[in-house]
């Protein structure tokens, strides 16, 4: 079906809302509870139009499109509405961009840049404050939360760890972990779905504070080395530099989400501890070997075991970060070639 949206004739789906319509046709409206994956909120209001033959304003995200609907996003009253939602957004919590690690990546942002709202207008004598920087990876500032919803939705209905809420009330409405605690002492599980769904820097990555600006990152698409289920993400990089890790939204087999060691266990890659070359243990000493002496001296081992004790007497164990093909490989090794059926794999840990 076809609807306008601006002026703009838009091809649309039945079963789409007004703001996926315009989305889907690069129509810009501010919106900052709506997210693909946590789905329609309600809650912030931003998104509202005059619609023809619709009295008052209209919430554009929970709104089906219908054959002929003539939307206006840009009216007065629309923009009017927009604009006094963002200021109070912006009014009412500590919102210093130039400091934010959002900066240049903030819906909220992006949203006063269109409405062309400069400073935020109101003078508020309680503006919302309130670190929270308990947790191993996540910093918690409360000053930014818009209550969107969308870290909510995020944790109860995507990653279904069911650990974040709305709590309080009014001006005090502010998320909360379990029962009010701490991040760091919540049954939070660091997955940074929350995270990756907050529009604003409410939720932020610790290891990329300070560590560079969102248009100095170039986005590299990659699968984690952690385990078979092969997430798909997206290293952000400073130069050689990782400065934070993201899901692929569009991506399977995740969709965006990632697990703790996913999101944020890519120090490693940097350490100096890691093995560059096979080592043999020598008289109680680990010493250098090239890869032929190792592979030799394993294989030397294996037939002398078989030789003494029969081929059972040998377990293969697949390593969790090794593609599945080099899996298929080890196994068939082990039962083809040494001939046993012990092989397992150390994901399961
Ligand atoms: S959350 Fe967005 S609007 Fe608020 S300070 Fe950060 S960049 Fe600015
Ligand atoms: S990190 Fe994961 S488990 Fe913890 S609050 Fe966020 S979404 Fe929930
Ligand atoms: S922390 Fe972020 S995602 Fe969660 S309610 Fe606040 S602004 Fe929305």
């Not at 919540?186 to 940074?192: A, D, E, I, N």
């Not at 248009?215 to 078979?228: A, M, N, Q, S």
């Not at 899901?247 to 989400?257: C, F, T, W």
């Not at 377990?315 to 599945?324: F, Y």
Request: hydrophobic letters at 35%; aromatic letters at 6%.
């Amino acid at each position: 079906m076809k609807i306008t949206i601006n002026g703009i004739t838009c091809e649309t789906a039945a079963g789409q809302t007004v703001l996926q319509a315009a989305r889907a046709n690069g129509i810009y409206i501010p919106s900052l509870c709506y997210h693909d994956k946590t789905g329609v909120a309600g809650k912030c209001r931003v998104c509202v139009a005059d619609v023809e033959e619709m009295r008052g304003l209209q919430a554009t995200c929970n709104l089906p499109v219908k054959e002929g609907m003539k939307v206006n996003t840009r009216s007065e009253k629309a923009l009017e509405a927009q604009r006094l939602v963002v200021d109070l957004l912006l009014s009412t919590g500590s919102h210093d961009c130039i400091a934010c690690e959002k900066n240049g990546n903030c819906e909220l942002q992006d949203a006063a840049y269109y409405l062309g709202i400069e400073h935020p207008g109101i003078q508020y004598a309680d503006v919302k404050t309130g670190l929270d920087e308990s947790s191993a990876f996540i910093r918690v500032d409360r000053g930014k939360c818009i209550s969107c919803g969308r870290c909510v939705a995020g944790c109860n209905n995507v990653v279904v760890n069911e650990v974040l809420d709305l709590g309080w009330r009014g001006h005090e409405t502010s998320i909360v972990f379990d029962t009010d605690s701490l991040m760091g002492e919540s049954s939070c599980v660091q997955c940074g779905e929350c995270v990756q769904l907050c529009p604003v820097g409410a939720l932020i990555e610790k290891k990329a504070i300070g560590q560079g600006r969102s248009w100095e990152l170039e986005k590299i698409r990659t699968t984690c080395p952690y385990c078979g289920v092969g997430c798909q993400l997206y290293l952000h990089m400073k130069g050689e530099q990782i400065v934070r890790v993201t899901g692929v939204e569009d991506g399977a087999p995740n969709k965006g989400r990632l697990c703790v060691k996913g999101r944020f266990g890519y120090d490693f890659i940097y350490s100096t501890d890691r093995l560059t070359s096979p080592l043999i243990k020598e008289n109680g000493a680990f010493r250098e070997a090239t890869w032929d002496e190792a592979l030799n001296l394993v294989a030397k081992k294996f037939k002398k075991i078989i030789a003494e004790s029969g081929p059972d007497a040998i377990a293969g164990v697949s390593c969790a970060r090794s593609i599945n093909e080099d899996s298929y490989q080890m196994q068939k090794l082990f039962r083809a070639v040494i001939g046993t059926n012990n092989v397992d794999h150390c994901a399961r840990t």
